[in-house]
């Protein structure tokens, strides 16, 4: 055991080896004068005794855990892995908890002085309350969760791998959100203040508001994402595996575009600066899959320059074939090229 003593406070830092009688006697001595507490894996620990000037609780991965007293000064609760933890007592003054990993923790009381909550893998909580002073909140693989409430002060908001997630709350002072893999959600909100958005791998989700301060999108395998809106401060956007993206619009401020494994989308709408540093490979797949493509490089030769165009169109060929190689043909003769100065003869079906 290891004491922190300031004044008349004591700070203590418990081994694990400390028996549960040691500690009981001890609480018993000091039980006014204990300000902070670390208690981590002890495998005997089953409540937490009452201290009334406790501010500062770490009791993470004491596994036989079942009961934290009232404890009305506590300011910060970290108990990480408490797994027979199934309830958090109301704790007035609390401003910070992390429960993350409690596994059958089933509820969280209404704290009103709470601005940061970690209950990330909680797969037993069900809700979340009306915390009207949480600045923070992750609650990332919480698979029960259906529903956010609405928290007017949240600024940041990690709600991934919540599959059971259907929609978000419109939540005024969020700036970053982060919600990948909430594979039931369809849509988000018009946030006012939002400028990182990350949804990737959000299959359900079919648009995207338009949200004025948005500086970031990483919209990755959103296949149901059809458009991506005039975003006028948006400066990176990775849109790679949308499959049903037809267009890049006009995005004065854009300054990173990630777009591989978009087959549909046209590289007209593409700004010039982010062609020219595609891989060959990557332009082959834009062309296999939407042929008009070709249309769209060879009537801007400033994109990649015509030479450069033409060995792309070479190697597009070896796939090309029946219908496809019919357009390509007649693609080419609208822009005077002659097919067999692409072919050889002994390529040419």
């Known amino acids: 055991m290891i ?3 300031t004044s008349d406070n004591l700070s203590i830092k418990i081994d694990k ?5 040691e500690f009981d006697v001890f609480i018993d001595q000091n039980r006014y004068n204990i300000t902070s507490l670390e208690i981590i894996n002890c495998d005997w620990l089953i409540s937490i005794p009452v201290l009334p000037n406790l501010t500062n609780l770490n009791c993470s991965y004491c596994e036989r855990l079942k009961r934290i007293q009232d404890l009305p000064n506590l300011t910060t609760l970290r108990s990480i892995c408490c797994q027979g933890l199934t309830s958090i007592p109301v704790l007035p003054n609390l401003t910070s908890l992390d429960c993350s990993y409690s596994k059958y923790l089933t509820s969280i009381p209404e704290l009103p002085n709470l601005t940061s909550l970690d209950c990330r893998f909680c797969y037993g909580l069900t809700s979340i309350p009306v915390l009207s002073n949480l600045n923070t909140l992750n609650c990332m693989g919480c698979h029960g969760l259906t529903s956010i409430p609405v928290l007017p002060n949240i600024t940041t908001l990690n709600c991934t791998e919540c599959d059971g997630l259907t929609s978000i709350p419109v939540l005024p002072n969020l700036t970053t959100l982060n919600c990948i893999e909430c594979v039931r959600l369809t849509s988000i909100p018009v946030l006012s203040n939002l400028t990182t958005l990350n949804c990737r791998f959000c299959y359900g989700l079919t648009s995207i508001p338009v949200l004025s301060n948005l500086t970031t999108l990483k919209c990755r395998f959103c296949y149901g994402l059809k458009e991506i809106p005039a975003l006028l401060n948006l400066s990176t956007l990775n849109c790679t595996g949308c499959s049903g993206l037809t267009g890049i ?7 990173n575009l990630f777009y591989k494994e978009c087959p549909n989308l046209s590289i007209s709408t593409v700004p010039i600066k982010f062609i020219s540093n595609l891989d060959t490979d990557t332009l082959i797949k834009c062309l296999r899959y939407n042929p008009y493509n070709i ?9 990649l320059g015509q030479s450069t165009t033409l060995n792309i169109i070479r190697e597009y060929l070896e796939y090309a074939e029946g219908d496809a190689l019919l357009e390509l043909e007649g693609l080419l003769a609208e822009n005077n090229i002659p097919l067999p100065m692409l072919v050889k003869p002994a390529n040419r079906v």
């Open 249 to 255: 619009p006009v995005l004065p401020n854009l300054t």
């Open 3 to 5: 004491f922190y003593i």
């Open 17 to 21: 080896e400390f028996s549960p009688y």
């Open 295 to 303: 249309r769209d490089m060879l009537g801007k030769p400033e994109l």
